[in-house]
């Protein structure tokens, strides 16, 4: 069976591509099923599935009033990957109509998930709200020490270090969208070597538009200025768009936790991908970012190499 009005989600999870797919699609008949189309998936990760799950949700929030059906087909190993992580049953619980064959994730605990060279972990969804605080990051933060410190204790990765970095981010997501997160994690164990994959995601405007708000909301003109500006200005210490909790120093400090682990970080924003930058100047900025030709949404990517274990 080949099902029609569909977003097709991409087949390889396991590198930095999820980010760069829109999957969203002009064409579908909003008076029609949709259906979300998972059975040409043949490599899938909790960090590619966390970006994933964050693009779906924005396109199911636009056309919240349509139906929606979830589809495997013959992809037993994608289903089952999906229940066991967790993403089936998030995904679900966010639409408000479902088709009536949808059927919601029938897993009774989730768990890490071992295929070949490769553990996933299950995709943990932060609940940002205004009336919570940093409730959600503190919950993270004792969430990741759980799952991961005993993976890496005996390893040459600054574990400390590592937390501090997803900590200012996720406070960062926290302060500036007031919107639920997606995070998902990967270890990769290779004969030569081992590193960790993940991605943050979360469902807010994104860094460009929060400081182009922010500075037209103060009289700025804003409408010349670009991403490389908007990075430039966010890096800075003690600059924020934020209130009176913040600080302004979260970005200088992801900045600064990523060069000490030697972490190949990435931010998706607007229409860019850029590698966080070893100098806050507008030239090695600039020469940081690419332009992936379509709307990406928000999400940091990372991949970082540890030794032991």
Not at 129 to 137: A, I, L, N, Y
Request: hydrophobic share 35%; glycine share 8%.
């Amino acid at each position: 069976m080949i099902v029609k009005n569909r977003i097709k989600i991409w087949p390889f999870w396991d590198d930095i591509s999820p980010s760069i797919i829109p999957y969203y699609d002009s064409n579908l008949n909003s008076e029609k099923t949709i259906f979300i189309d998972f059975s040409g998936v043949k490599r899938f990760t909790s960090s590619g599935c966390s970006i994933i799950i964050a693009k779906l949700i924005k396109i199911i929030n636009e056309l919240s009033g349509k139906y929606w059906n979830i589809y495997f087909g013959e992809n037993h190993s994608c289903e089952s990957f999906l229940n066991n992580i967790g993403a089936n049953s998030i995904i679900t619980q966010e639409i408000p109509n479902k088709d009536l064959f949808c059927m919601d994730s029938q897993v009774d605990k989730l768990k890490e998930v071992s295929i070949g060279n490769t553990i996933s972990f299950p995709i943990y969804k932060l609940n940002h709200t205004k009336s919570s605080g940093r409730e959600s990051v503190e919950l993270f933060i004792e969430w990741l020490v759980e799952e991961l410190y005993e993976y890496f204790k005996n390893t040459n990765l600054r574990f400390d270090l590592f937390l501090k970095m997803l900590k200012e981010i996720a406070k960062n997501s926290c302060d500036h969208t007031g919107k639920d997160a997606f995070f998902g994690i990967d270890i990769i164990n290779n004969t030569n070597s081992n590193y960790i994959m993940f991605s943050y995601c979360d469902l807010g405007i994104g860094i460009h538009h929060n400081v182009k708000k922010y500075k037209e909301k103060y009289g700025e003109d804003w409408s010349k200025k670009g991403i490389v500006d908007s990075y430039h200005f966010a890096f800075q210490p003690f600059n924020t768009t934020g209130g009176a909790i913040n600080k302004g120093i979260g970005m200088s400090m992801i900045k600064e936790c990523s060069q000490l682990l030697m972490f190949h970080l990435c931010i998706f924003d607007a229409n860019s991908m850029g590698i966080v930058p070893p100098e806050i100047v507008h030239s090695v900025i600039r020469d940081n970012f690419y332009n992936t030709g379509s709307a990406v949404g928000f999400n940091y990517f990372g991949i970082v190499n540890f030794c032991g274990q």
